[in-house]
């Protein structure tokens, strides 16, 4: 699953089945582990965002996220969060990705995890341009240990571009 087609869904209390609210951002943390999630709603002038944890995530699907109760939404500071994935001050979408040694292998455009293997970061899918995108489809580079969110780039081993694969829902399908 891709974390770009879980923004804007419905979080439901199960205590309840009450809409809360729908996801508009995800919190990831720097051993790319997906650590919880964003609801709609930051105040204009305020700097705290609504936050549920993913260890108050009952259930997630297609079409919904179920959370165990509405008490588990927390105010957050946004300063406090390490990383976002679509939005905030250190988000990884549109971040570039670099090997060490200095080739660029393009933007990540969204992020890859399983259901099953929790909230494991699998891999990046990587944009290196809409012309590209179009012609060559979009790619995706696997998470390994080595790769590390940097200031203003990803940066990913030497070789990587070796390890990059074709996206499983790329733009030319």
Partial sequence: MKLQEMI???????ENGKEIGKIHDFIL???WNITGFELEGKALFSSHV???SWDNIEAYGEDAVMIRSEEVIEKTDADQIP????????KLKEMQVLTEDGMLLGRISDVYFEQEQGNKVLGLEISDGFVSDLIEGRRWLPCTP???????AVMVPPLS?????KAINSVNG
């Fill in 8 to 14: 804007g869904l419905a979080v439901f209390d199960v």
């Fill in 29 to 31: 943390d720097e051993q």
């Fill in 50 to 52: 609504k936050t549920v």
């Fill in 83 to 90: 990383y976002t994935y679509l939005l905030g001050r250190r």
């Fill in 146 to 152: 080595e790769m590390s969110i940097g200031e203003s």
């Fill in 161 to 165: 571009e070796q390890r990059l694969e």
